[in-house]
């Protein structure tokens, strides 16, 4: 199933899970397109994903190296008018530091590395990328991050909290000692979304966390793909 | 050769995991002296020639603007310092 849409997934040096990205949106019936960091041509996408890793080593802090990077010029520009754009993990750190989305991730306040299946209740659907979810809806996906912690100041958060644009929330068990337990939130458009968790990674039975049909059967996170696509063709 | 030192703190507000980590490492080697400890970055950005008033500027702009992120630093010096040949520069 085709449908036109153009997704563009951008590499950074450093970047882990563009092919990943590609793939869930390949499996959600878009058509995913290689973005490269130095390249500030678009080449004629829809919408982007940001997706994760560790881009530039997160030398000097996660995502703010990337963050000056030719393509996203183009990005942040496209994003101010209205392009949708979707930040996972390190990407979502990229949004922050391109002023895309307020506050910003500091280190897991437990020092660790943690990698788990997580639960997350979805809060948003009025976002290009959750509109297929339903309100108060909990999903699994992966998480995995070092620098983790969501942090902004007390007026910003009762802002988000105000305006409704926590998208996601962790649920059951706060990994990373974010504030209000916020794992993704949205800019006032709904076109900008970023999420520590990755829902890339819960896209294909076989291959993502355990799900009520069996072990690795979850697809919990193929609708972030899904839904961008779903705001693209109408 | 002139050098500018940029140093970035974290936020007061902001909880320091890593410096907190550290302070619960001092007292296991006898630093009991110690009640907190918070971690930052120092950077040397070094310019050919003297450090003028204008690199001076430049480096308060980049500490704001790079170095730093102001939602969870804040850049606490800006200052020019002497520059010491290292003793592999000495060695060419």
Avoid at chain 2, 1 to 20: A, F, S
């Amino acid at each position: 199933m085709l449908t036109g849409a153009r997704i563009g997934v951008v590499t950074f040096p450093g970047t882990l899970d563009d092919r990943d990205a590609a793939r869930a949106v390949r499996l959600a019936g878009g058509e995913a397109v290689a973005l490269w960091h130095a390249d500030a041509d678009l080449h004629a996408v829809d919408a982007v994903v940001l997706p994760g890793g560790f881009s530039y080593g997160d030398y000097l802090r996660a995502g703010a190296i990337s963050r000056f990077a030719p393509v996203m010029g183009s990005i942040v520009d496209a994003a101010n008018g209205g392009m949708p754009v979707l930040g996972i993990c390190n990407g979502f750190q990229v949004l922050t530091e391109a002023h895309l989305l307020p506050g910003s991730m500091i280190k897991n306040d437990h020092l660790h590395f943690v990698c788990r299946e997580q639960v997350l209740q979805v809060e948003n659907v009025d976002t290009a990328w959750t509109r297929l979810y339903s309100v108060g809806e909990r999903i699994t996906v992966p998480l995995k991050n070092q620098d983790g912690q969501y942090v902004a100041d007390e007026h910003t958060l009762d802002e988000l909290e105000g305006e409704g644009r926590v998208v996601v929330r962790y649920r059951d068990w706060n990994p990373n000692g974010s504030r209000r337990d916020i794992a993704g939130i949205t800019n006032a458009a709904g076109n900008v979304v970023g999420l520590m968790p990755h829902p890339e990674h819960a896209v294909e039975v076989g291959f993502g966390p355990d799900g009520p049909r069996g072990p690795r059967t979850g697809t919990d996170g193929l609708r972030f793909f899904a839904s961008v696509i779903g705001s693209l063709v109408g | 050769m002139g050098r500018v030192v940029v140093n970035v703190m974290p936020k007061p507000e902001i909880l320091d995991p890593q410096g907190k980590a550290v302070n619960g490492a001092l007292p296991r080697l006898g630093f009991s002296q110690f009640v907190g400890v918070r971690q930052g970055k120092r950077f040397e950005l070094e310019v050919d020639g003297e450090v003028t008033d204008e690199i001076l500027a430049a480096a308060r702009r980049a500490g704001e603007t790079v170095l730093s992120n102001p939602v969870i630093e804040d850049v606490v010096d800006v200052y020019a310092e002497p520059v010491h040949a290292t003793s592999d520069e000495a060695g060419r």
